[in-house]
């Protein structure tokens, strides 16, 4: 995904563009985030002007069960069905204005999506029910780098977030509000501008002092 406000499907191996797709009045996207469809999926895969014979092309792998939601620099995200190539949900602005989204995590066996802010707003998303978010909420003012949806168990599910001001930190959603559950310490107030969960649950980091870590 691009600046220029599309995102492009290769093919790794023949380092050929299969295609090109731009967002809603291509808005820069700033980070996407890809996933299988879950079982409880219910919006159409197009609709309107986005009624198309689906595109498909040999070299694609595993592509046609996938959605793509992509977060854009207007504070909106827009959400793509890999297997048609078409823009199948786009956020509306919310009354508080969250400036540009920079960050976007989906979780497929969670139903859940997560997107972050260039003025620090974090906020969940059920993904059968896009048009409301299910939280939002603030630390700071610090940049939202990146998001990473963890589950500790079956009951307990958060949002590690790296952030500019070099404080990650996961936060608990439950039913009363969003908590710290724990601060991911080690980065000295450098900025850190990635996170990702491994399958065994651990947590990795990396950012402006030029380590990784591992949690």
Known sequence: ????????????????????????RYSPVTKMSIGAKSNEWTIPTASGDNQSSPFFDEREVDTGDKLLFCALQDGTFEAFDLGTKAAVFHSEKGENESGALTSISYSTSHNLLATGS??????????????????????NGSSIEDLAIVSADSSTIGIAIATEDGLPFIAGI?????????????ADCEAVRVIRVDPTGGIWTAGDDGFVRAY
Not at 1 to 24: E, H, M, P
Not at 118 to 139: E, H, K, M, N, Q
Not at 174 to 186: F, H, K, Q, S, T
């Open 118 to 139: 260039i003025r620090g707003i974090v906020s969940v998303y059920d993904t059968r029910r896009l048009a409301t978010p299910l939280s939002t909420f603030s630390r």
């Open 1 to 24: 995904c691009a600046k220029d406000g599309t995102f492009r499907l290769w093919d790794v191996g023949g380092g050929k563009q299969i295609k090109v797709i731009g967002s809603s």
């Open 174 to 186: 439950a039913a009363d509000g969003p908590r710290v559950d724990a601060e991911l310490i080690g």
